[in-house]
């Protein structure tokens, strides 16, 4: 266990039966961090939740949570508390009710629990809505009721299964806002169970990506966006476009890679075990290339063709054909600089990016 892991999940396997649901997974959670499982639907998210919770038990390996071996410790004696997407909270009572609702076997006096409940109220940014009954409140303020009613617990740990899934799309960013805003002010360190992509790089310090039942990398959301170690974990977070290519040569701590389509391409941001020769991938952001009707320079530029273009307003994505390249290479581009409107398709343009902008992948 690393020295500041506040969670270890140590070599994790979980099986339903013969299926390999959870598969030797190893990630440590540092104390007070926003810590997201991202992955698709299916890959093992809310079973690892769910093992943290002590709601199901590993198969092999173990769960440190502060400091503690956790198997065989029952869910209600974990340090933990779980909210989920369909917020639990009982409709028939008032919001200070369902707030206080996990302190009732701690028989506090009542100023003492009311005092609690003030705070909690205060926290979530409804203090006038104690007396309200539940089902008198939007989804957003529900949401917000039930993350006060885990947080009254003060637990060191809270576990949270798509929280915001079933709110609408502006409702939801306001409230993932809300609730990092929230997790740095209680400082408890939170575990957050997502499948969209936008909602884990917003709210989290540190990430896991997960597929099939492995976590591919672990990192902070610019990390993972700016380097990811593969090309699942690239596709999965953003769009990414890939060149097949061969390590030229390695210089000044970058590689020089030779692409299919767009010539030498020279970037820093290389795995440390390249060897020249290696046959890689060399993979570009969309928002790293830019377009020009006319060659730049002898560098870092290739000629390609203007397949489509669409205007998103604030941006417009261009989608450009390379000869040797199989798939249009995507371009994003502010529309404060853009190169074509929407109808100039099949002109010749100029794809150009700066030093560095791709990032090198190795296959297999
Ligand atoms: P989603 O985003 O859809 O909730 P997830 O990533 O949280 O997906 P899990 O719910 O952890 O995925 O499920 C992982 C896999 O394990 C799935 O294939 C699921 O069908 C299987 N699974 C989960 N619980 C059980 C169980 N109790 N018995 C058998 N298979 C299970």
Redo the contacts with the bound molecule.
């Keep these: 266990m690393q020295n500041d892991a506040f969670i270890s999940i140590q070599n994790v396997n979980k099986y339903?039966?013969k299926?390999h649901?959870i598969n030797d997974v190893s990630i440590d959670i540092k104390h007070g961090e926003f810590f997201s499982l991202l992955?698709?639907?299916?890959?093992?998210?809310?079973?690892?939740l769910?093992m943290l919770a002590g709601f199901?038990s590993p198969t092999s390996g173990e769960i440190y949570i502060d400091g503690q071996p956790m198997s065989g410790v029952p869910p209600h004696h974990r340090p933990v508390n779980m909210v989920f997407q369909n917020y639990a909270i009982f409709p028939h009572l008032n919001v200070r009710d369902n707030i206080a609702y996990g302190l009732r076997k701690q028989k506090l006096p009542r100023a003492q629990r009311d005092a609690l409940v003030d705070e909690m109220l205060d926290l979530i940014k409804l203090p006038d809505y104690g007396d309200r009954k539940a089902n008198q409140l939007s989804g957003g303020q529900r949401q917000r009721i039930a993350l006060a009613r885990s947080l009254i617990l003060r637990p060191k740990v809270l576990l949270l299964d798509?929280p915001l899934g079933a709110l609408d799309k502006q409702l939801r960013e306001q409230m993932q806002l809300e609730l990092r805003a929230l997790q740095k002010t209680v400082g408890i360190t939170f575990v957050f169970?997502t499948?969209d992509q936008e909602e884990a790089l917003t709210l989290s310090d540190r990430m896991a990506v997960?597929s099939n039942?492995r976590d591919l990398q672990v990192d902070t959301p610019t990390r993972l966006y700016e380097s990811p170690i593969n090309r699942e974990v690239a596709s999965f977070i953003g769009t990414m476009n890939f060149f097949d290519g061969t390590v030229k040569a390695l210089t000044n701590g970058g590689a020089e890679i030779e692409t299919v389509g767009l010539g030498n391409v020279y970037t820093t941001n290389i795995p440390p075990s390249l060897t020249p020769g290696q046959s890689v991938c060399a993979a570009i952001r969309p928002e790293k290339l830019s377009l020009s009707r006319e060659s730049q320079s002898g560098f870092n530029q290739a000629k390609g063709r203007l397949d489509n273009a669409a205007y998103l307003g604030e941006r417009s994505h261009y989608y450009v054909s390379i000869e040797g390249v199989s798939k249009p290479v995507a371009v994003s581009v502010q529309n404060r600089q853009r190169a074509n409107g929407n109808g100039e398709n099949q002109c010749p343009v100029w794809l150009c990016w700066d030093d560095n902008a791709f990032v090198v992948l190795e296959n297999g």
Excluded: D, N, P
């Excluded at 992955?39 to 690892?48: A, I, P, Q, R």
């Design positions: 339903f039966g299926f649901a992955g698709s639907s299916g890959c093992g998210k809310t079973t690892l769910r199901e798509e169970v499948h997960m039942g």
